[in-house]
């Protein structure tokens, strides 16, 4: 790794100004690059990888040998090369890059879909495949500033950066160094390490923090969506109860009017019986279903917090509030006419139906 003289704060910004641009990931688990890895399917781990920073682009691979050097006739052009700070006693790097073409096309747009992109790797980047994720994490990130024409597209701390807030920070931190142990005729052993990237130690352990605290602020806005779901939900869980004691006590008023009522009880007695009176609080449970299950999906499938997906969990979270409220004042309503209802029914009748809801409770139980 070359040595560089930026500061915490320079890292500190240009966090902040690619989270801005591009939303902060979830780490991805490293098991499903492993999988790809362990059948030798190179070219589907690159693919994977691409996919992953949002690059629907097709992979075309070009292997050099393990012993490659800049004076080689198939040197690389590019100054996109992952640097090291071996000091090359025996230590066999992974060298990896990607060819830009200057006629990319713009993230997002239908040219870009299967866009060929040659990808150089040397014939060892099997041997050390964390490594070998982080520098493909890192070269493909090139391809993502390029194709939104970032200012900084050729700023090798911010594409280091770009790979590790789409999700590749915890696999840069287990990937970015390589140990190797000689041992020598007099039995002693020397370790070499290999250090992959542009961040010195304590700028990726900046980065690294810092990036796992934005994470958890974003994260913990969808965990806490995720709780007011599971109140909303139980309320919903109360008030059918409600709308069907109603719906026996009426049944019950109908078949034994046997009491003389105020006028004011017949008033709303009458009221009871209009078509569809319970319409709005049975529609009102069946949507609280349907959206509960929406925001479950919505939680369940983010695991990118940008713009679009921070304004819909608030959205959702603004809308759980007002329906929240809703409900409940439906089912105060509901308990004053179960409480209506139950003063005009039979006293017998009422005893019944007070055993039988212990009965129930207790087979429940």
């Given at each position: 790794?070359?040595?560089?003289?930026v500061?915490?704060?320079?890292?500190?910004?240009?966090?902040?100004?690619?989270?801005?641009?591009?939303?902060?990931?979830?780490?991805?688990?490293?098991?499903?690059?492993?999988?790809?890895?362990?059948?030798?399917?190179?070219?589907?781990?690159?693919?994977?990888?691409?996919?992953?920073?949002?690059?629907?682009?097709?992979?075309?691979?070009?292997?050099?040998?393990?012993?490659?050097?800049?004076?080689?006739?198939?040197?690389?052009?590019?100054?996109?090369?992952?640097?090291?700070?071996?000091?090359?006693?025996?230590?066999?790097?992974?060298?990896?890059?990607?060819?830009?073409?200057?006629?990319?096309?713009?993230?997002?747009?239908?040219?870009?879909r299967?866009?060929?992109?040659?990808?150089?790797?040397?014939?060892?980047?099997?041997?050390?495949?964390?490594?070998?994720?982080?520098?493909?994490?890192?070269?493909?990130?090139?391809?993502?500033?390029?194709?939104?024409?970032?200012?900084?597209?050729?700023?090798?701390?911010?594409?280091?950066?770009?790979?590790?807030?789409?999700?590749?920070?915890?696999?840069?931190?287990?990937?970015?160094?390589?140990?190797?142990?000689?041992?020598?005729?007099?039995?002693?052993?020397?370790?070499?390490?290999?250090?992959?990237?542009?961040?010195?130690?304590?700028?990726?352990?900046?980065?690294?923090?810092?990036?796992?605290?934005?994470?958890?602020?974003?994260?913990?806005?969808?965990?806490?969506?995720?709780?007011?779901?599971?109140?909303?939900?139980?309320?919903?869980?109360?008030?059918?109860?409600?709308?069907?004691?109603?719906?026996?006590?009426?049944?019950?008023?109908?078949?034994?009017?046997?009491?003389?009522?105020?006028?004011?009880?017949?008033?709303?007695?009458?009221?009871?019986?209009?078509?569809?009176?319970?319409?709005?609080?049975?529609?009102?449970?069946?949507?609280?279903e349907?959206?509960?299950?929406?925001?479950?999906?919505?939680?369940?499938?983010?695991?990118?917090?940008?713009g679009?997906?921070?304004?819909?969990?608030?959205?959702y979270?603004?809308?759980?509030?007002?329906?929240?409220?809703?409900?409940?004042?439906?089912?105060?309503?509901?308990e004053?006419?179960?409480?209506?209802?139950?003063?005009?029914?039979?006293?017998?009748?009422?005893?019944?139906?007070?055993?039988?809801?212990?009965?129930?409770?207790?087979?429940k139980?």
């Amino acid at each position: 790794m070359a040595q560089n003289s930026v500061s915490i704060k320079y890292i500190d910004e240009a966090i902040e100004s690619l989270v801005s641009v591009f939303g902060i990931k979830e780490p991805f688990p490293v098991k499903q690059f492993f999988q790809l890895i362990n059948a030798h399917n190179t070219k589907g781990c690159i693919q994977k990888i691409a996919l992953c920073l949002g690059l629907p682009i097709e992979v075309r691979l070009i292997s050099v040998p393990n012993n490659y050097t800049q004076s080689n006739s198939n040197r690389f052009q590019s100054d996109s090369l992952v640097n090291t700070d071996s000091s090359g006693k025996g230590i066999q790097s992974i060298t990896a890059q990607v060819e830009i073409p200057p006629s990319l096309p713009l993230f997002g747009s239908i040219e870009l879909r299967n866009y060929p992109i040659n990808v150089k790797i040397s014939d060892n980047c099997l041997d050390y495949s964390l490594t070998f994720i982080t520098i493909m994490a890192h070269e493909l990130s090139h391809i993502l500033l390029r194709s939104v024409w970032h200012k900084e597209k050729d700023n090798e701390f911010y594409t280091d950066l770009t790979a590790m807030i789409l999700g590749f920070y915890d696999i840069f931190q287990k990937g970015r160094k390589i140990e190797n142990r000689t041992h020598d005729n007099s039995g002693s052993d020397t370790i070499y390490t290999t250090t992959y990237g542009y961040l010195s130690d304590v700028q990726f352990e900046y980065a690294y923090t810092k990036i796992r605290t934005m994470l958890l602020k974003s994260r913990n806005a969808k965990d806490y969506l995720i709780s007011e779901i599971t109140q909303y939900h139980s309320l919903l869980s109360l008030v059918q109860p409600n709308i069907d004691e109603f719906n026996t006590l009426l049944k019950s008023y109908d078949l034994k009017q046997s009491q003389t009522f105020s006028k004011e009880d017949s008033d709303m007695i009458v009221l009871f019986h209009q078509p569809d009176f319970l319409y709005d609080y049975e529609s009102t449970i069946k949507s609280g279903e349907k959206f509960v299950e929406e925001i479950r999906a919505f939680c369940e499938g983010c695991n990118h917090y940008i713009g679009e997906s921070k304004n819909k969990i608030q959205q959702y979270r603004d809308e759980l509030n007002r329906r929240s409220i809703t409900l409940n004042n439906n089912k105060l309503l509901l308990e004053s006419y179960v409480t209506r209802l139950k003063k005009c029914t039979t006293l017998f009748y009422r005893l019944n139906l007070d055993l039988h809801k212990k009965l129930s409770g207790k087979t429940k139980s």
